[in-house]
């Protein structure tokens, strides 16, 4: 029995350094563990700003690009804008230029016209002292006024026509009230100088005696 206690004391003693053996290399991977999540730890966040400045890198270019093409844009209609008002100014000064040209010579066309008229009554006049017929020079005068008549009517020019209507102050200006059994009272009864219409319009009002 004595001899067995050694024998067991020895594999006692093998076991406890088996256990601290055991205990010293579960100390080491347990610290080589928390070496490896600490490199891991201080490595994480340079990663993950390199994998963030990828991303701000495009994005600030995209933008970059976005600005450039609305600066392009921009530029384009402020260009369209300038043309637009360059040909709105032009076409401005030609239409003034065009009604100026008209109100000077509107009345071109009405004078051309007349011009053969002038030239009748010139005639007439130089033949007034040699012509020793009367009434025919009378008829050569009454036909240039007829000729005159009408150039007149084709612009519209018309009398008016106003004994035996009532007095329109619009057309008629009254001159003289006369008392006449023919009409009642308030009628045109006699034209001291005619009234015109032009077109539609009352170019001068007849001047007229109303019956009172």
């Known amino acids: 029995m004595k001899e067995s206690q050694p024998i067991q004391d020895n594999i006692n003693h093998s076991v406890e350094e088996d256990s601290e053996m055991n205990d010293s290399v579960n100390q080491e991977q347990s610290l080589e563990q928390d070496n490896r999540q600490d490199e891991a730890l201080q490595q994480d966040p340079q990663d993950a700003a390199a994998e963030d400045s990828t991303p701000k890198s495009s994005s600030e270019d995209d933008a970059s690009i976005g600005l450039e093409k609305l600066r ?19 076409f401005r000064r030609r239409t003034v230029k065009e009604k100026e040209e008209l109100g000077k010579y509107a009345s071109a066309k009405l004078i051309t016209e007349l011009l053969p008229i002038i030239d009748n009554f010139e005639r ?49 200006q009254a001159i003289m009230q006369v008392e006449t059994d023919e009409y009642e009272e308030g009628i045109v009864v006699e034209v001291v100088q005619k009234g015109y219409l032009l077109k539609d319009k009352v170019l001068r009002p007849a001047m007229v005696k109303v019956s009172g």
């Open 72 to 90: 392009a844009e921009s530029e384009e209609y402020h260009q369209r804008l300038l043309r637009t008002q360059a040909d709105f100014d032009n």
């Open 124 to 172: 007439a006049l130089s033949s007034a002292g040699e012509s020793t017929d009367n009434s025919s020079y009378t008829k050569g005068v009454e036909m240039i006024f007829r000729q005159l008549e009408g150039v007149l009517k084709a612009e519209g020019l018309t009398p008016m026509e106003v004994v035996g209507t009532p007095f329109n102050p619009e057309y008629h």
